[in-house]
């Protein structure tokens, strides 16, 4: 069995066969967008979870699972490209990117820590899951994971490139698992907060190498005047940074994500775990 579990999808129009065609490596097909998000119930939620689960919950938590829940209802954007031939993902797997410091000052690592099949789970299920991979990556516990940066390490720099992209034709391309090597480290989509770096909005490049078509880069919630019923008032928003693989995922599957993603973070009290 492969490493994914995989279904080809057969219907194919013809702009996709054509985009495929056009971009032959994820290193030029990049589509950029922002939205900004009112977060001041997404933080009620937040403090009301923590009081009655007594679970470490997190504006990424939320945004993990608005973008696992986008990719269950857009379905076609939960894919990947196989000799140029679009494959639908059996499941949702969405990681988030983890800063390692354990090796002093000036040796931060990076890192990914994947929630497999977190559109099946609850919010709780899925933070405590979460939380758990975190504080084994940080402590260096995440045995494939370490295997993996011990593998890189030993490649030297000049041939990284050439390394990088073999790895990724046998791991996705030829879908064969590797020893040794993390099984789909990086899934369907990747969250990433730059608002943890202080950041109120940046734009994450696409990682050829991951096949991921998605990044979600959710920024800093920060005050601002909003408009209510006509006036000016103070409010809560959050800017949330994505960056597609426009070889198959258009405008129409970015609208149901942002839609969704959007639905999520603002009505939390009747779309996620009740409080």
């Given amino acids: 069995m492969g490493q994914l579990k995989l279904v080809r999808k057969k219907e ?24 900004t998000v009112r977060m001041e119930n997404a933080l009620a939620y937040i403090e009301r979870f923590r009081e009655k689960y ?19 209802r857009c379905p076609d954007a939960n894919a990947i490209l196989r000799f140029n031939k679009i494959y639908l993902r059996q499941g949702v797997t969405v990681s988030v990117l983890v800063v390692q410091t354990d090796q002093g000052d000036g040796k931060v690592d990076l890192t990914a820590a994947k929630i497999e099949n977190a559109e099946q789970k609850t919010l709780k299920e899925m933070a405590e899951e979460l939380q758990a991979t975190i504080d084994r990556v940080r402590k260096r516990k995440e045995e494939s994971l370490e295997k993996g940066k ?102 129409h599957h970015a609208s149901v994500l942002a839609k969704t993603v959007r639905e999520v973070l603002q009505k939390p009290f009747e779309t996620l775990d009740p409080v």
Avoid at 12 to 33: H, N
Avoid at 60 to 67: D, R, S
Avoid at 200 to 225: C, N, S
């Fill in 12 to 35: 194919i129009s013809s702009f996709r066969k054509l985009a495929i065609g056009t971009w032959q490596t994820a290193y030029d097909p990049t589509v950029y967008g922002a939205m």
């Fill in 150 to 251: 011990g593998l890189v390490a030993m490649v030297p720099f000049l041939f990284m490139n050439a390394f990088l992209k073999m790895l990724a034709f046998f791991m996705y391309t030829l879908n064969l698992r590797l020893p040794g090597v993390p099984r789909d480290a990086f899934g369907g989509a990747t969250v990433t907060n730059v608002g943890s770096l202080g950041l109120d909005m940046a734009f994450v490049p696409l990682v050829p190498y991951t096949r991921t078509p998605i990044f979600v880069a959710p920024g800093a919630v920060v005050d601002e005047p909003v408009v209510e019923d006509g006036k000016v008032v103070p409010g809560k928003v959050m800017r949330l940074c994505a960056t597609f693989d426009h070889r198959f995922i258009d405008g």
């Fill in 54 to 72: 007594g679970v470490r919950l997190t504006v990424t938590h939320l945004v993990t699972k608005a973008v696992a829940e986008a990719l269950h």
